[in-house]
């Protein structure tokens, strides 16, 4: 017999049902192909295994029924003028109303004598006399014929999009699987399968889209039934396999530079520190060293909640490159960052006569030239820069250590792209982002990482407090009494969504205002992304010299910048911002000793979720709490930003929920690769052509990382 292999990529056009003319409307769920299809995962379930006859339904449960339209009205509340559509339908045994507030369309959904299931929950009519109503329920035209397939049965619910419902979708996959379903393969090793107890990939594709009886309704519904596990561990699986697949080509093949990490070499680095370094940045060095001396370039994340220090640890690491006589670059996401890098470090490049340079984007021709130069020869030991550094046209003589300083702020295209400044240079990088060691070992391939988990001695926990926007002049009272104790403060203005031109305007309007009305005895400083980079300087300069008491800014000032004697952070319209932001934004003080406040003003209304985030701002300062309430609440995706942080985006499995199953994922998929490299036993064919399959395209931009 010969086997023909599964078809998984048939285009959708031609399954049964769909043709070209909707096949084009697919595209916007990106289904393409009968794998597309059977991997569109239904969001909800509904269960509708318990059709009631009308007489038997119990007020307050949730039910299922099925009748035929009597009449279909619409009428307005006399209170707040809502429009309502008001179903009847009625089955042999009853009548039974439904009502929709504010969804007029609805009354030409439907039209006497259609059958129509309702899914929701049961009162008792009002309105009608002794008959029970459901207000907004779920609803569905039935056909006589597909019966078996909407109802009387768990159903899955999917996301539509214009032209096609969830109960088309049904349809077709139902469809699909009856033609398609008994013979999809396994691609498991039946070890692994046995191992943890999986349903073979049929029965799980099958079980996902339309549960047997009795499966668990809140299971299904929060991703956990056993289909919803079989598919997450193969998506994690298969994922962690490309991972170890990448890393081994690495680990096996390079060489790098070895740097000399000797006493010799570090102990005169050490001596330019004027305070004495935490337990924690004395690990991360210890970490760090060893990398440099191998042979094997470096690839290490530093983790460490904003102001915990990694500027000293990297600085370190940059000077011991240099002093092994290669060129350092270190790489940040904005020029304030930038410069105050430039600033900051300088003093201790020149102290062992070693020179750098600031390389931005709005440079002078002639004095990006000359840098270029200066970068392209190796008279320059270390360079600063933005994406300026990536750019085309910038090469090093001798790239030995690259940093990437807030490196949330970048993809993996552009880490890549500074790695490929040098000859495999050692490279560090560094975020304030907290994610667990699993996670962060997935999501950062195969980094390693250190994390910095104290803070310098002697701070103090910022008080953080939200307040209304009318309660601004007790916000700016609290500004003021900061100011004359001789702190400083910052004002973040509002973030208007992806419109630099409007943070602008409400930044300088503020400007104004404070100047004129608010604080006229103090020194008011105003920083946006459009000055020029010497206005810039030039004012971070005198904030940093004391010469201004309130900076005015846009989220310039987001990340990286360190002025210990700022205590004071404002943020306006702090209902627009993310978690991680806010807690980056007010990173910005409590970095000297004194009591520093962060005060919030939101103006309402606020949603449900932008509540949960402000509490936990005023709840907690610890960054990796931050991050687990921001996961929670936005979900890994976006929280992530998996396609940024170079994953192929997952459909089943939930970076959060299934953390057990991701570590089981990863240790199976890496012992597996180590046991069989190639791929080639006969346990692996089927897993190899899977991964061929699910990672083309994507393993090649992966490889880059
Ligand atoms: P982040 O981790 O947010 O980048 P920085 O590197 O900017 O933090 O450091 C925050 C502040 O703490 C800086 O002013 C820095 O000089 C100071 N600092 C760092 N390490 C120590 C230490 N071991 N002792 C005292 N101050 C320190
Ligand atoms: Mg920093």
Known sequence: MIDTPFPWQTAIQYIKGVGPNRAALFQKLEIQTLEDLLYFIPFRYEDRSGLKKISELRPGE?????????????????????????????????L????????PYLKTAFKKGDRVMLNGKVKRGYSVGLAFEMESPHYEKVGDNEAQVHIDRIVPVYHETKGITSKALRSLTFQALARYGTQIPDFLPPDLIRKFHLPSLREAIQHIHFPPKGTDLSELNAGKSLAHKRLAFDELFLLECGLALRQQGRTEQVEGIAFDTSEAIVEPLRKLVSFSLTGAQERVLSEIAPDMASVHPMHRLIQGDVGSGKTIVALLSLLIAIENGYQAAIMAPTEILAEQHDFSLRAYLEARGKSMLLLTSDMKKSNKTEALEQIGSGQVDLVIGTHALIQEGVAFANLGLAVVDEQHKFGVLQRA??????????????????????????????????????????RTPIRTRLFSGRQRDQVYRLVEAELAKGHQAYV???????????????ATELYALFQ???????????????????????????????RIDLLVAT??????????????????????????????????????????????????????EGKQRLQAMVDT???????????????????????????????????????????????E???????????????????????????QGKLEWLTLA
């Not at 009305?517 to 004391?546: A, S, V, Y």
């Open 96 to 103: 039974l109303h439904a009502k929709w507030f504010n969804q």
């Open 555 to 608: 989220t310039v000032v987001e990340v990286g910048i360190d002025i210990p004697n700022a205590s004071v952070m404002v943020i306006e319209h702090v209902e627009r911002y993310g978690l991680s932001q806010l807690h980056q934004l007010r990173g910005r003080v409590g970095r000297g000793t004194a009591q520093s406040v962060c005060l919030m003003i939101a103006d309402y209304p606020i949603s449900k």
């Open 621 to 667: 300062s610890d960054g990796f709490k931050i991050a687990e309430a921001d996961l929670a609440i936005r979900g890994p995706g976006e929280f992530f930003g998996t396609r940024q942080a170079g994953l192929p985006s997952l459909k089943i499995a939930n970076l959060m929920r299934d953390v057990k199953i991701l570590e089981a994922a990863r240790k």
């Open 492 to 506: 973040v203005c509002p973030l208007v969504e992806e419109s630099e031109k409007l943070d602008l305007k409400a």
């Open 62 to 94: 949730i039910e299922t029924v099925v009748g035929e339209v009597v009449a279909v009205g619409m009428s307005e509340t006399s209170r707040r003028r809502m429009k309502v559509v008001d179903l009847a339908i009625s089955d042999p045994s009853g």
């Open 669 to 695: 998929a890496f012992a597996w690769v180590k046991e069989d490299p190639a791929l080639s036993t006969p346990d692996s064919l089927a897993l190899r052509a899977t991964l061929e399959r699910k990672w």
């Open 417 to 458: 792209k500074l790695v490929l400044k040098g000859s495999q240079p050692d490279l560090l990088i560094m975020t304030a982002t907290p994610i667990p060691r699993t996670l962060a070992m997935t999501l950062y391939g195969d980094l390693n990482i250190s994390v910095i988990d104290e803070l310098p001695p002697g």
């Open 516 to 546: 004129t009305e608010t604080f006229p005895q103090r020194k008011i400083g105003l920083l946006h992304g459009r000055m020029k980079r010497e206005e810039k300087e030039t004012m971070m300069r005198q904030f940093k010299d004391k």
